[in-house]
């Protein structure tokens, strides 16, 4: 499988996608003016403790305070020194208002939602993730062979300090690379921790004690590993940080990082463009003729799957069968592509077939199964339904790059210009109730005034009897079609 890295770097925003076999699976994208948060390390003041909820309100120095549950916060050391103490039960045993702590972004704030935050700090190098706050020594569970699992296990054991305590991870990059290169990245993490520490007893609370990494170098740390084959990067200024970036941490990588010298911009080159666009759109084809159709609102995500076009060759069953087939691939990259997150609904077609069930699911249990972002899937369900949940970190692509629409404000829908009629005569009535007034004015969008000189004339002639007064219409090429104004004259 051939997999690529295209990194488009302009002055107020950076983009990155990950291509395997010229398709498009994910996009990653920063702009100046809203960088992400998550990994940000914090000073925060404690706001708010809600027992209730076991959780507190810290604020950060953010627009919107951020979330701490208390099973994100660290107990004492003096408490988790003890095996035989249990954990404090209530959030209040953990934090009081006013206390200042060091916490880390889990979420970025999603909606009206503020960031989610926890105390057990994480800081991520190459190959190593180290726990300030953590214990023992874990290995990636993609690193499958056991014997590799042993001696990074052992390696990582050779160079824990005493001195100074913690967690440490092993990530899936690790794999087969040397002692030293390892032994390089967890003194770098050591050196980081002490600075961090520095800075947070000093920081005022609200203050930004630790930045992660822009998008460019934050794509080689966490994406760059042996089966992608090149890096391409489209500015010379972001190329030359990069290739330093990996002489430093992973000199084995430097050279696969390529200027891209075309003059046409590297995403138009490969097509990626038109992929961002259309992974915008609600409806999304498949090679069968068979189409997805994706809505996403702030409780869930809901996928339909229609056969369209496709009518099969051979019977119903196996038409459907084909078209879910081909659906729960699709799907699972599309997830990816939109960064989908939280619970999400897929509404296969019906299929009679047991076990034609079965393997949808399966296919669409393999094809996640290369998902960086953590997901479950539950089984099939008499209707079709297959509930899974994605885990959400950042923001969909719909929510960074779209806002809702002004005309629907998100409904997805306006009234007609029949409903919009109604409410006008509606509102003249209102209106002549309780004012004295010599003329009526109504302005309204095109459509609406089309209407109520046409299908609605005789109507709007009742209302000058009504009312007893003449209507003037005008039209208001800025009005929206469920716009309207009555005026008094």
Known sequence: MSTELLVNVTPRESRAALVENGVLQEIFLERANRRGLISNIYKGRVSRVLPGMQAAFIDVGLDRTAFLHASDIAVPADVEADIETPRPESVRQLVTEGDEILVQVLKDPLGTKGARLTTYITLPSRYIVYMPKGRGIGVSARIEDEAERQRLRETVQLFVSPE????????????????????????????????????????????????????????????????????????????????????????????????????????????????????????????SGGYLMIDQTEAMTTIDVNTGAYVGHRNLEDTIFRTNLEAAVAIARQLRLRNLGGI???????????????????????????????????????????????????????????????????????????????????????????????????????????????????????????????IRLQTE???????????LI
Request: aromatic residues 6%; contains cysteine; hydrophobic residues 40%.
């Open 164 to 287: 100074l305590p913690g967690g440490w991870i092993v990530r899936t990059a690790a794999e087969d690379c040397s002692i030293d290169a390892l032994r390089a990245d967890m003194m770098f993490l050591q050196r980081l921790w002490d600075v961090i520490r520095q800075r947070g007893a000093t920081a005022a609370a609200g203050q930004l004690v630790h930045e992660d990494l822009p998008l460019e170098i934050r794509v080689l740390r966490d994406q760059l590993g042996q089966h992608i084959e090149r890096v391409l990067v489209d500015s010379p200024a972001a190329h030359a940080r990069m290739v330093e970036f990996a002489r430093t941490f992973m000199p084995e990588s430097a050279e696969r990082i390529e200027l891209n010298a075309a003059s046409r911009p590297i995403f138009d080159l490969y097509g990626i463009e038109d992929e961002v666009n259309r992974g915008l759109d609600r409806k999304v084809p498949l090679k």
């Open 344 to 470: 999400i609904i897929v509404d296969f077609i019906d299929m009679q077939d047991e076990e034609h069930r079965h393997q949808v699911l399966q296919a669409l249990e393999k094809a996640v199964a290369g998902d960086h972002a953590k997901t479950h899937i539950s089984t099939v369900s008499q209707l079709g339904l297959v509930e899974m949940t994605r885990k959400r970190t950042r923001d969909s692509l719909e929510h960074l790059m779209c806002r809702p629409c002004p005309t629907c404000e998100g409904r997805g829908f306006v009234k007609t210009a029949e409903t919009v009629a109604y409410e006008i005569f509606r509102e003249v009535l209102r209106q002549s109730r309780q004012f004295e007034f010599q003329e009526l004015m109504v302005l309204a969008h095109q459509d609406v005034i089309e209407l109520l000189l046409d299908e609605e004339s005789a109507a709007l002639g009742e209302m000058e009897l009504a009312t007893g007064k003449p």
């Open 477 to 487: 090429a800025l009005y929206a079609e469920d716009q309207y104004d009555v005026v």
